[in-house]
């Protein structure tokens, strides 16, 4: 245990040198993400498939979303499962592939460059995402602990191979006619099986036993969790059935109905959680991760809305204040208060572990609260004045909001610097 921080549960069993590079990757990432939609808020009044909207969709999915949580991962895996990593070097490729596709995928896409440089970058992103599957199920193989958090990490992760694996037949489909469709007849599978597959299914998994251990509540419902599991897998595999075959257009989107009902046992866990927790003060990266899960119901009304409500004409709005809602709203929610929980403990251990239990500062206290609570008004305002853009194409706020998400980009990244880099203060 920590000191200062006995509660967190969380044990050193991954070495800081592979995880450190996955969050700093991701700090810049949502960097560059905010400055790029600040420069170009006029993709909000074109379709969704257009280059500068797939690049900034791909930047914050995989260099910002993916890389702090394959990190996040790497560090908390253990504890789930109650063993070790399996491989470091798996890790450590996992990193080498993911740092270099990345850039050359979104770059690809930013200029719409469909040859060498988008397909190198994609053939590099599954080579990363295959060497993180291997280790997941190898790890979980090794600590034989087959319980529900090893069984949402590691379908997880498979969804993610899948996901990526698809997109990069979607990537050679643009000059070789891979699948029969256009390339964008399947951006909504693609899509879903990221959001849905691997982004939901690893955050409730890993989220169920973070949360409760952060407040320190006893709670845990292993028959809801299984519940949750099997709804979002029931409906995601449904919807690809539906979409694929071709029939019964209007149902496509209907399961999602099921994630619906699987938010809201999600929800009912967490309040449960925290009704019954033992520390009663709640820090504000607390407050921010759960109101990340409240933020979800944001896209998931969007996504009733386009099927059952709209005009065709409009979709294209609706359809991009959708992904903005996931990835610039819950996601990006969720992780800038993920972060101060987790990096700080990170950091404590690779500065401390080696000193006499003595005077040595809580993990709290290696990052600005200061900043972060400033960080994190910014961050709210900001995503308020986008969506309120988005839904009356107004660009001055469209800009304002942009801007303000900018300004909450720098101090998360500086005050990531900070605590990475923090020193014993003799």
């Given at each position: 245990?920590?000191?200062?921080?006995?509660?967190?549960?969380?044990q050193?069993?991954?070495?800081h040198?592979?995880?450190?590079?996955f969050?700093v990757?991701?700090?810049?990432?949502?960097?560059?993400?905010?400055?790029?939609?600040?420069?170009?808020?006029d993709?909000?009044?074109?379709?969704?498939?257009?280059?500068k909207?797939?690049?900034?969709?791909?930047?914050m999915?995989?260099?910002?979303?993916?890389?702090?949580i394959?990190?996040?991962?790497h560090?908390l895996l253990?504890v789930?499962?109650?063993g070790?990593?399996?491989s470091?070097l798996?890790a450590?490729?996992?990193?080498?592939?993911?740092?270099?596709?990345?850039?050359?995928?979104?770059?690809?896409?930013?200029?719409?460059?469909?040859?060498?440089?988008?397909q190198?970058?994609?053939?590099?992103?599954?080579a990363s995402?295959i060497?993180?599957?291997?280790?997941v199920?190898?790890?979980?193989?090794?600590?034989k602990?087959?319980?529900i958090?090893?069984?949402?990490?590691a379908?997880?992760?498979?969804?993610?191979?899948?996901?990526?694996?698809?997109?990069?037949?979607?990537?050679?489909?643009?000059?070789?006619?891979w699948?029969p469709?256009?390339s964008?007849e399947?951006l909504?599978?693609?899509?879903?099986?990221?959001l849905?597959?691997?982004f939901?299914?690893?955050i409730?998994?890993?989220a169920?036993?973070?949360?409760?251990?952060?407040?320190?509540?006893?709670?845990?419902s292993s028959v809801?969790l299984?519940w949750?599991?099997?709804?979002?897998?029931?409906?995601?595999?449904?919807?690809?059935?539906?979409?694929?075959s071709g029939?019964?257009?209007?149902?496509?989107?209907?399961?999602?109905l099921?994630?619906?009902?699987?938010?809201?046992l999600?929800?009912i866990?967490?309040?449960?959680?925290?009704?019954?927790?033992i520390?009663?003060?709640v820090?504000?990266?607390?407050?921010i991760?759960l109101?990340?899960v409240?933020?979800?119901l944001?896209?998931?009304l969007?996504?009733?809305?386009?099927?059952?409500?709209?005009?065709?004409?409009?979709?294209?709005?609706?359809?991009?204040l959708y992904?903005?809602?996931?990835?610039?709203?819950?996601?990006?929610?969720?992780?800038?208060?993920?972060?101060?929980?987790?990096l700080?403990?990170?950091?404590?251990n690779?500065?401390?572990?080696?000193r006499a239990?003595g005077k040595?500062p809580?993990p709290?206290?290696?990052?600005s609260?200061?900043?972060f609570?400033?960080?994190?008004?910014l961050?709210l305002?900001?995503?308020?004045?986008?969506?309120?853009?988005?839904?009356?194409?107004?660009d001055l706020l469209l800009?304002?909001?942009?801007?303000?998400?900018?300004?909450?980009?720098?101090?998360?990244?500086?005050?990531?610097?900070?605590?990475v880099?923090?020193?014993?203060?003799e």
């Amino acid at each position: 245990m920590l000191a200062g921080d006995s509660a967190s549960g969380l044990q050193q069993t991954t070495s800081h040198k592979v995880v450190l590079p996955f969050y700093v990757f991701a700090a810049a990432s949502f960097l560059i993400s905010c400055a790029l939609l600040l420069l170009n808020t006029d993709i909000i009044t074109q379709h969704y498939f257009n280059p500068k909207t797939l690049a900034i969709t791909h930047l914050m999915a995989l260099g910002w979303g993916t890389m702090i949580i394959l990190g996040a991962s790497h560090q908390l895996l253990p504890v789930l499962i109650e063993g070790k990593l399996d491989s470091y070097l798996l890790a450590l490729l996992s990193f080498i592939f993911a740092a270099a596709g990345i850039p050359l995928l979104v770059t690809g896409f930013y200029l719409f460059n469909t040859g060498l440089i988008l397909q190198t970058g994609a053939i590099l992103v599954n080579a990363s995402v295959i060497c993180y599957f291997l280790n997941v199920i190898g790890s979980i193989v090794e600590s034989k602990k087959y319980n529900i958090h090893a069984f949402f990490i590691a379908t997880a992760s498979l969804w993610l191979f899948t996901t990526t694996f698809f997109g990069l037949l979607l990537v050679f489909n643009f000059s070789r006619s891979w699948l029969p469709e256009n390339s964008i007849e399947y951006l909504s599978i693609h899509a879903h099986m990221g959001l849905a597959g691997w982004f939901l299914l690893l955050i409730i998994g890993v989220a169920s036993r973070l949360i409760p251990m952060f407040l320190i509540s006893k709670y845990s419902s292993s028959v809801t969790l299984w519940w949750i599991f099997a709804l979002i897998n029931i409906a995601l595999f449904a919807f690809i059935i539906l979409k694929t075959s071709g029939a019964y257009p209007n149902l496509y989107y209907s399961p999602f109905l099921l994630v619906l009902i699987a938010l809201v046992l999600f929800g009912i866990y967490n309040y449960r959680a925290y009704r019954t927790r033992i520390r009663k003060h709640v820090d504000e990266q607390m407050k921010i991760s759960l109101l990340s899960v409240a933020m979800l119901l944001l896209p998931l009304l969007c996504l009733i809305v386009v099927i059952y409500f709209i005009r065709e004409d409009s979709k294209p709005t609706i359809v991009l204040l959708y992904g903005f809602c996931i990835f610039f709203g819950w996601i990006t929610a969720l992780i800038i208060g993920m972060t101060f929980k987790t990096l700080p403990f990170i950091i404590w251990n690779k500065v401390y572990h080696t000193r006499a239990m003595g005077k040595t500062p809580a993990p709290k206290e290696l990052f600005s609260e200061n900043l972060f609570k400033v960080m994190g008004l910014l961050y709210l305002t900001g995503f308020i004045l986008f969506v309120a853009g988005i839904l009356i194409l107004n660009d001055l706020l469209l800009k304002a909001g942009a801007a303000i998400l900018l300004a909450s980009a720098i101090l998360y990244v500086i005050n990531v610097v900070k605590t990475v880099f923090h020193r014993v203060k003799e």
